[in-house]
């Protein structure tokens, strides 16, 4: 347990760091997938004061097995992630300013980049308001992200980003807020977003399976 502890605690630096969240804002897990225990950050603690002996651990169904801490509010929507997608080994919640625009509008955030193509698996949907912390947040967060995407947007709240470890997930997360920040100021100049067609977004992903293949060879 030590070690995704100690994972945890770094990870949360990290996103300090990222600006993409303030004060105890958002939340984090990482799932150990050879036990699937899920090691989740505490309620009301900062993420730069955040320690290894804050991080509380909970089983693949949301009992707590250690940790001195409450859990993030929301521990039910962490879990049902990771009960929905088995793939996935990290959450990040976060409320960043670019997302936050459309999460507070109720908007989808298309893939207008290639960068977002590769990365997101799809439109990053905002998923219906629900209070936070509550199963109905839980259901509708899962509904937006189905089962192919990475990301996803609460409504009036902030963004939810996937990965297999944590640095993919923080990924998913810049990337979905440089594509919503691009939007933005495309709209906010009077512009139109231009957007690849889906065939062109799946070649580009077959194109870079096949480049990366080769290249591990």
């Known amino acids: 347990m030590k070690r995704f502890k100690k994972l945890l605690a770094e990870s949360a630096k990290k996103v300090e760091n990222s600006k993409m969240t303030t004060e105890t804002w958002g939340n984090i897990s990482i799932r150990d997938p050879e036990t699937g225990y899920v090691f989740l950050s505490p309620a009301g603690i900062k993420y ?20 001195r801490r409450k859990p993030t509010v929301e521990m039910l929507m962490h879990i049902s992630i990771y009960q ?23 908007r989808d955030v298309p893939l207008i980049l290639d960068e977002a193509a590769q990365t997101l698996g799809g439109v990053v949907k905002c998923a219906e308001y629900a209070l936070p912390g509550s199963p109905a947040l ?9 089962q192919t995407v990475k990301a996803c947007l609460l409504r009036c709240h902030g963004a939810v980003c996937l990965g297999e470890d944590f640095d993919e997930a923080l990924t998913v997360a810049e990337v979905l807020e440089t594509t919503a920040r691009v939007l933005c100021l495309i709209e ?18 077959g194109m870079l399976r096949d480049y990366r293949g080769l290249v591990n060879n």
């Open 48 to 67: 730069c004061d955040m320690t290894e002996d804050d991080v509380v651990v909970c089983d693949a169904f949301g009992r707590i097995i250690e940790g």
């Open 84 to 106: 929905n997608r088995p793939e996935i080994n990290a959450v990040i919640h976060t409320h960043p300013v670019y997302s936050l625009v459309y999460a507070a509008q109720g």
């Open 138 to 146: 839980a259901k509708n967060c899962i509904e937006a992200l189905g």
């Open 188 to 205: 906010a100049t009077g512009g139109k977003p231009l957007s690849c067609s889906e065939d062109n977004f799946q070649r580009l992903n």
